[in-house]
């Protein structure tokens, strides 16, 4: 079974930055990262591929987040700049083999407990 860990979520002002990080307990194809703010669907945020070859980003982080991978420490972050109030939400760190439909919540096994990030204006 792969667990997931994230962290780095607080309390941020708007236009600040905030970097959350995933330990993987062991290597796995796809790393992403979804939010749920409060009482809203999640959402995909960002993916990765094993190499780093193929990234997606949701539209409205796109320039503002970006995520990396160490795939020698089963890590991932996301490196979050020029916050918004609209960025508050339970960031989630997810895993899967395979990279198709990486937008779709329901295509990954692995799933971390969620990290809490605020956005103050």
């Known amino acids: 079974q792969v667990q997931l860990v994230e962290s780095g979520g607080a309390l941020v002002q708007a236009g600040g930055s905030l970097r959350l990080s995933c330990t993987i307990s062991?290597?796995?194809?796809?790393i992403a990262w979804f939010r749920q703010a409060p009482g809203k669907e999640r959402e995909f945020v960002s993916a990765?591929?094993?190499?780093?070859?193929?990234?997606n980003y949701e539209d409205s982080v796109k320039g503002r987040f970006t995520m990396s991978r160490d795939n020698l420490e089963n890590t991932a972050d996301l490196q979050m700049n020029d916050l918004k109030a609209e960025d508050t939400a339970v960031y989630y760190c997810?895993?899967?083999?395979?990279?198709?439909?990486?937008?779709?919540?329901?295509?990954?096994?692995?799933w971390g407990q969620g990290t809490l990030v605020t956005v103050s204006s």
């Open positions: 997810a895993a899967r083999e395979g990279i198709y439909q990486l937008m779709n919540q329901w295509q990954y096994d692995y």
């Open positions: 990765m591929n094993w190499s780093g070859s193929v990234i």
């Open positions: 062991q290597s796995i194809g796809t």
